[in-house]
């Protein structure tokens, strides 16, 4: 990203050279195993990348808010004085929903002059929503000294945002994995109780390859508060046979002895997805620990096909790009990331095999569904930062 480019422009929005802008950044997320899990107190294996999301902001002499981004043409002047209110279909809506969090603790918030700026894939499924929250919640702790905020509360203020702000009924693990990034390691984490433990994630001889099906989604609006309540079902039919209030609770053993309890037999899919992968990501665990890609490659592949089969958030246009993708000889595995319906995949990819993969993937995709897809080879990044002297 070009900071000197990203000033000049919000110079050309806002004026006055003469006070500058603190630079923030938060990286985007995938979820390399564990789709699903984490609004069902699972566990879930994400990593943060270097794809995100810029945010140069500067304070104001007033109260009033004002919202550009380089990713859409709509721009906003927003009066805090009338409270925070969700605005229909906008963007705005991610940077709002944090500012109606630290009203809520009673933080005093001046007006300020934004500049959004991200390289995350809209509607890709790397979570720029959280990306976007997590940036503007670390920027305002930092700009108005709120030093009792740790990160923890700060990525509990971005979940609580889009439950009750955007009305998305999403897990913990975006903005967790957002915040927690670290460099070259993958965050395993226990969403019901947040216990939390960085796994080395070293691809020597690989790369990993995220694939956009470029087919437009909007998640909010999508069948994933559905599943959700499909869950809740599971729940609710297992609870009377045995004690649990999440199926993350429910072991892989113990599924199979209650399942039949569960009566609606799209419900028991349902619920057997869940439990399955939460066991996956105790393997994939395991896996990396021993630096045994090829097990974790494999685990991959499993984990799609219950996504397509059991949990049915796949569609033509990811179930696609994944069988090209493990058609390719040097590709270990191969997976949706994200709550599907279209987004991505990602991949784990052997150096010598990436541009036949880029290559033939992206051919045969196109032929099979008229789109585009595209792809980028990720890294492994860092969590929320201020950028100082314009370097990352």
């Not at 900071?3 to 006070?19: A, P, S, T």
């Not at 899919?269 to 869940?274: D, E, I, K, L, Y």
Request: hydrophobic share 40%.
């Amino acid at each position: 990203m070009n900071i000197q480019e990203l000033k000049r422009i919000f110079f050309n929005l806002y004026g006055n050279q003469d006070q500058v802008p603190h630079i923030y950044f938060a990286p985007g997320r995938v979820n390399l195993i564990g789709e699903h899990t984490d609004y069902n107190g699972g566990f879930v294996l994400p990593c943060a990348l270097q794809f995100g999301t810029y945010l140069l902001i500067r304070k104001r002499d007033d109260h009033f808010l004002k919202l550009a981004s380089t990713n859409f043409e709509e721009k906003f002047e927003y009066d805090q004085s009338k409270g925070y209110v969700k605005q229909a279909g906008q963007w705005i809506n991610y940077p709002l929903g944090i500012f109606s969090q630290f009203a809520d603790l009673n933080v005093v918030l001046p007006g300020f002059d934004m500049l959004f700026s991200g390289d995350i894939p809209n509607s890709a499924g790397l979570s720029s929503s959280a990306s976007i929250e997590m940036v503007m919640a670390y920027a305002l702790a930092s700009l108005l000294n709120v030093t009792s905020l740790q990160m923890t509360d700060l990525i509990n203020m971005a979940k609580r945002s889009e439950n009750e702000f955007i009305g998305l009924n999403c897990g913990i693990m975006d903005m967790f994995a957002v915040g927690m990034g670290s460099a070259d390691h993958a965050i395993f984490l226990n969403c019901l109780t947040l216990e939390y433990k960085r796994i080395p994630f070293i691809l020597s001889g690989y790369k990993l390859i995220i694939s956009n099906t470029n087919k437009r989604r909007g998640l909010a609006d999508s069948k994933y508060n559905e599943r959700v309540n499909e869950c809740r079902e599971a729940v609710d039919a297992i609870a009377p046979h045995f004690p649990v209030k999440h199926l993350g609770e429910v072991g892989f053993m113990q599924f199979y002895k209650f399942q039949e309890v569960i009566k609606d037999e799209k419900v028991r899919r349902r619920a057997r997805h869940v439990i399955s992968e939460n066991q996956r990501v105790l393997n994939a665990v395991a896996s990396l620990q021993k630096n045994d890609i090829l097990q974790f490659g494999a685990l991959m592949n499993a984990s799609h096909e219950s996504l397509r089969d059991n949990y049915e958030v796949t569609g033509i246009e990811l179930d696609t790009l994944v069988e090209e993708s493990q058609k390719i000889n040097g590709v270990v595995g191969s997976r949706m990331t994200g709550a599907g319906f279209g987004g991505c995949t990602v991949s784990i990819v052997r150096d010598d095999a990436v541009d036949k993969f880029i290559r033939e993937v992206g051919d045969n995709y196109k032929r099979k569904t008229g789109l585009d897809a595209s792809f980028y080879i990720a890294e492994v990044s860092d969590g929320p930062k201020e950028i100082i002297n314009d370097t990352l």
